[in-house]
């Protein structure tokens, strides 16, 4: 895991072309009608626009790129092609909301044939930039079922069940991707999140596996960190190790705070891992590369860390809602109860004085006198009662 996450979903635009031109694709038409129908070759008037397109792209002219692609995808909106190409530009530019769009629109128009898998890749990719992790899961569990040889490579998947608090599931996807990728020091750091969470910090450590070839600063200080060996301090020293320049030292600390946030986690800090998360997203958004702007089916270190900051305050705030659930303060239940409270108080006062009102002028002087009130008279013919033997 790298700050481009490409691997084997990298998806260039002249590739997407060749996906999206493959020979024939089978497309219900209106009516039932199952007959094969071609994927079109983007007509010669589109092609010219998606090109016009990515120049402007490359001068820096976002509006007229943006212009540009929607009318070449207006010119023959029933082409699946033209939408996928627009999703990737869309993706060049951070637009996600559009991107996902329209890799929904494709697949309206080129169906379930596995020649187009990568489209729920690549849509997978946009729905976790959008922080829609359940529909992220779901486009990649879709792409596993339609190229299921990929399945041990697919990382992005296990952080994703990871982030979503499905710690089972990453466990087994993120030790599955180790049978082809044992070298990944990010994937076992979030291994070890999982299985914190789990089982506890003492059999994540116990579970590290052993990471050899990782040559980034601070990686394998981290490591030690993860294996209790080091201290963050240990960690900060290594990202000012060499007198890195500007450039390396900024990937260094990136790094440094992702991980740190990580290992903070999974030992239940949670505010201080959003902390942590949050001066790695700072680093993100404003360093070229660092964020998604890639044509699809990709994921970067700064799209992570923005997604995993959003479920860290999410988390936090439904800890908070049980907490004062629990304990109520300072809400409105307990000022309604406190006014109930008051309320049966009053009553009682003034329940006792006008008790006390109602006494006759010997019960109070015998009151004010501290001496025990006179015996009721008799009422009617009642006889006394004989005294009892033994009374003085």
């Known amino acids: 895991m790298v700050l481009v996450r490409g691997g084997f979903f990298q998806i260039s635009l002249t590739a997407c072309c060749v996906l999206a031109c493959v020979a024939q694709a089978q497309v219900p038409r209106p009516g039932g009608s199952n007959k094969e129908i071609p994927i079109l070759f983007p007509r010669v008037e589109q092609e010219e626009l998606f090109l016009q397109s990515i120049e402007a792209f490359d001068a820096g002219q976002t509006n007229r790129m943006m212009q540009l692609v929607d009318q070449a995808v207006a010119i023959d909106p029933v082409n699946g092609y033209a939408y996928i190409k627009r999703a990737q530009l869309m993706d060049l530019v951070g637009n996600n909301q559009r991107a996902a769009a329209d890799y929904t629109s494709a697949l309206t128009y080129v169906g379930t044939d596995p020649k187009f898998a990568d489209i729920y890749q690549m849509r997978g990719c946009a729905f976790f930039k959008l922080g829609n992790l359940r529909a992220a899961v779901g486009d990649w569990a879709t792409f596993l079922r339609m190229k299921p040889e990929k399945e041990a490579e697919h990382w992005q998947i296990g952080v994703a069940y990871a982030l979503l608090g499905s710690h089972e599931e990453a466990r087994k ?6 049978t082809v990728n044992s070298g990944d020091m990010e994937v076992a750091f979030w291994h070890y999140l999982s299985v914190a969470r789990m089982e ?14 990782e040559e980034r600063v601070p990686m394998n200080k981290l490591y030690e960190l993860y294996q209790g060996k080091a201290t963050e301090g240990d960690v900060w020293l290594a990202v000012a190790e060499g007198d890195p320049d500007a450039a390396e030292q900024t990937r260094r600390k990136f790094f440094a705070h992702l991980y740190l946030g990580l290992h903070k986690q999974a030992a239940g800090q949670l505010t201080a891992a959003k902390a942590e998360i949050r001066k790695a997203l700072d680093i993100a958004l404003v360093n070229e590369g660092y964020i998604g702007d890639s044509p699809g089916g990709q994921l970067r270190g ?18 908070q ?58 009422v009617g013919d009642t006889e006394p009662e004989p005294e009892l033997a033994g009374k003085s």
Request: proline share 6%; net charge negative.
């Open 302 to 319: 700064g799209d992570i860390a923005r997604v995993h900051h959003q479920q860290l305050q999410r988390m936090i705030a439904e800890q």
């Open 200 to 213: 506890g910090v003492d059999q994540a450590r116990a579970a590290l596996r052993e990471i050899d070839g």
């Open 173 to 178: 996807q993120l030790e599955w991707h180790w």
């Open 321 to 378: 809602a049980w907490l004062e659930a629990g304990q109520p303060k300072d809400s409105a239940g307990t000022f309604v109860a406190y006014g109930v409270a008051m309320a049966g108080l009053g009553g009682l006062i003034v329940w006792g004085l006008r008790a006390q009102r109602r006494r006759s002028p010997g019960e109070d002087a015998a009151f004010e006198a501290d001496e025990p009130s006179p015996e009721p008279e008799p």
